[in-house]
């Protein structure tokens, strides 16, 4: 299921459940700045994460792919700086747009990676979208949570995320919510676009990107929304309305910083190409490649390589694809993505061993893309080094202690080698990352009676799964209020 359908029948189906609770729910939102009835960010977060665990593992269109989640999150992690609480995510969809959820998840369109013309304007809407985060604008148009449930949240959020993305879709969410005048609030209001451009620009300039890029997409948007039906409208033009004032604003806001030149990273052309190369036809994404290398129309010559050897390698001609591997190398390409390209291409040539052999080199070179720790992890798996696996889950872990992927992984090798315990604890870990703290305390339990743990262990359960009780008991109380 899409993710704007989705979203339309989950309003539909848990809006009229939480109407008997409150029949006065939308009114007007508060003054900008303002710290008063909004929704609490803990209920924020939880509410962010049900709407990801339904994306996740309901919506075929959400990009399952670490080196894009990578990538997002290297731009991001510049953008949000210390902050550890932001998750950035694609979904395979052409149009150009990109939203943000409650509690600091950012979704980008592919087709909004494939058209920037620079790294730049792409980081100007993820600032753009982050900013709508930390101020949370979300939370002020939800700022009656006195008056709500979960449920009806969730319900009132799905509409609101539909009248920025599908506003065909979203009347039909807000009659289901029977929310009255959510259709006047759908939209992000003037003030919050202005406040989101603003504080946008400057993480910009802070991240040490290019600020003028911001203006420079924004007319771009413009300028095709004049040349184009409703219906193909660049979707962030439709869902963020781009106005002359708007642009005005930031060109003088761009105008007063110093210029800073920012060159575009290897990853982010590599990002585009490997897109391309997963669209369609195979063969056609090959002699796409094929044809631009020959006539040399790329802008990058290695990301055109990588395009065609991730494309090869789709149609399973293996000694092709690593033929353009060794072109790589000749060129002198240096990037994680190439290393995983590498890898995958030895894989498929049946060579495990040499693949997870420079997976573990790549993986001390850049340790920050976690790609590699994943490919690294079932590398070893393959070649039955269960032991060496779990040691490199657990040092994973100390990179990026929130990571639910290498917790996952984590529980599954423990299954293999019969650590009941161990494979319950570590698998209720993944559901806590994901906000089920049901099925992670169900977990618990059964990390509790699996009869293989040592006192150490079993103190460690009991001491988490009190913690866990005592917070979704909490939570309950927070929701019914």
Known sequence: MRFGAWLLVLAAALAPRAFAQSQSVVQSLPDLGSGESMLPPQ?????????????????????????????????????????????????????????????????????????????????????????????????????????????????????????????????????????????????????????????????????????????????????????????????????????????????????????????????????????????????????????????????????????????LLRADRVPEAQAQVAQLRAVGAASPMVEMLDARARHAAKDVSGATELLAKARDRYPAWRALSYAYIAGLQELGKNDEAIATTRDALLRHPRDARVYGMQAKIYAMLGKRLLQHQAQAEVYVLQGSLPAAIEQLSLARAAGDGDFYQLSVVDARLKELRTQYTQEMKEAKR
């Open 43 to 311: 209920m924020e977060r939880r509410l962010g994460e049900q709407i990801m665990r339904e994306i996740r593992f309901g919506d075929p269109s959400y990009v399952d792919d670490p080196e894009i989640s990578d990538y997002l999150a290297q731009i991001g992690s510049r953008l949000t700086g210390p902050r550890q609480d932001f998750e950035f995510f694609a979904i395979r969809d052409p149009s150009i747009n990109a939203f943000a959820l409650p509690g600091g998840f950012v979704g980008v369109h592919t087709g909004l990676i494939t058209t920037a013309e620079t790294e730049s304007e792409l980081a100007s809407v993820l600032a753009h979208e982050v900013s709508h985060v930390t101020q949370r604008h979300i939370a002020r148009m939800l700022a009656q949570q006195q008056q709500l449930q979960m449920p009806m949240m969730v319900a009132l959020a799905a509409a609101i995320l539909l009248g920025r993305s599908r506003p065909d879709l979203a009347l039909g969410a807000a009659a289901g919510a029977q929310a009255a005048g959510i259709q006047a609030q759908l939209a992000y209001s003037r003030d919050f676009e202005r406040e989101a451009d603003r504080i946008g620009i400057q993480r910009l300039e802070d991240a040490g990107f290019d600020v003028h890029a911001m203006p420079a997409f924004f007319e771009r948007m413009q300028r095709a929304n004049r040349v184009s039906e409703d219906s193909t409208m660049p979707g962030y033009f439709r869902t963020h309305p781009v106005t002359s004032e708007r642009i005005a604003d930031v060109q003088n806001k761009a105008a007063s910083m110093p210029y800073r030149q920012h060159p575009d990273s290897p990853e982010f052309q590599f990002v585009r190409a490997k897109l391309r190369a997963e669209q369609g036809d195979p063969r056609d994404a090959a002699r796409h490649f094929q044809a631009t290398l020959a006539e040399h129309r790329y802008t990058s010559e290695a990301a055109a390589r990588l395009g065609l050897a991730y494309a």
